[in-house]
T-cell receptor, first 108, second 110 residues
Framework: GIQVEQSPPDLILQEGANSTLRCNFSDSVNNLQWFHQNPWGQLINLFYIPSGTKQNGRLSATTVATERYSLLYISSSQTTDSGVYFCAAGGSNYKLTFGKGTLLTVNP | EAGVTQSPTHLIKTRGQQATLRCSPISGHTSVYWYQQALGLGLQFLLWYDEGEERNRGNFPPRFSGRQFPNYSSELNVNALELEDSALYLC?????????FGQGTRLTVV
């Protein structure tokens, strides 16, 4: 099955800084999603991005499917951005394989 | 539009008992997925239901089972509960490939 690796595992920033989170996947995918897990455990959809580039406010994402990686950019980070960010990839069987996540801490 | 809803939010059971978790998908979504997030094990795929049929199953023992009803809602049943079943159980639904998750049910087995 698909393997998903995320880096870095932990990231500590000062408010206002920019950051890049990386997701590598081992095979061609039909689905690539980025999530933010809130303190109560819910996975909040950030991007559905099997290929290409998307932007939503201070967040943007790029997936280069041919090179099997995706990047999540967070600009001008805020304390409310803190939490765990997950990348998940899926093939033709609709099953999502999750990476281990990046724990982001934004300090005021 | 209502999102994916799960009930109950928290559930405490004794080892050996059975637990039933429920999920209502987003209106118009026919696929429901169940994932387990146990401490130290990450998010693991459990089950996928579509149009009332089980389509795919993760690497979990048969005491993890479920079903999907005609209205596309779903139940996850865990029989003969073990301490290591304590986890956050997340349900997701989709109409196409993009999955949307509920808030989860936190199951504690004592």
């Amino acid at each position: 099955g698909i393997q998903v690796e995320q880096s870095p595992p932990d990231l500590i920033l000062q408010e206002g800084a920019n950051s890049t989170l990386r997701c590598n996947f081992s095979d061609s995918v039909n689905n690539l999603q980025w999530f933010h897990q809130n303190p109560w455990g819910q996975l909040i959809n950030l991007f559905y991005i099997p290929s290409g580039t998307k932007q939503n406010g201070r967040l943007s994402a790029t997936t280069v499917a041919t090179e099997r990686y995706s990047l999540l950019y967070i600009s001008s980070s805020q304390t409310t951005d803190s939490g765990v960010y997950f990348c998940a990839a899926g093939g033709s069987n609709y099953k999502l394989t999750f990476g281990k996540g990046t724990l982001l801490t934004v300090n005021p | 539009e209502a999102g994916v809803t799960q009930s109950p939010t928290h559930l405490i059971k004794t080892r050996g008992q059975q637990a039933t978790l429920r999920c209502s998908p987003i209106s118009g979504h026919t696929s429901v997925y169940w994932y387990q997030q146990a401490l130290g094990l990450g998010l693991q795929f459990l089950l996928w239901y579509d149009e009332g049929e089980e389509r795919n199953r993760g690497n979990f023992p048969p005491r993890f089972s479920g079903r999907q009803f005609p209205n596309y809602s779903s139940e996850l049943n865990v029989n003969a509960l073990e301490l290591e079943d304590s986890a956050l159980y997340l349900c997701a639904s989709s109409r196409t490939l993009e999955a949307f998750f509920g808030q989860g049910t936190r199951l504690t087995v004592v």
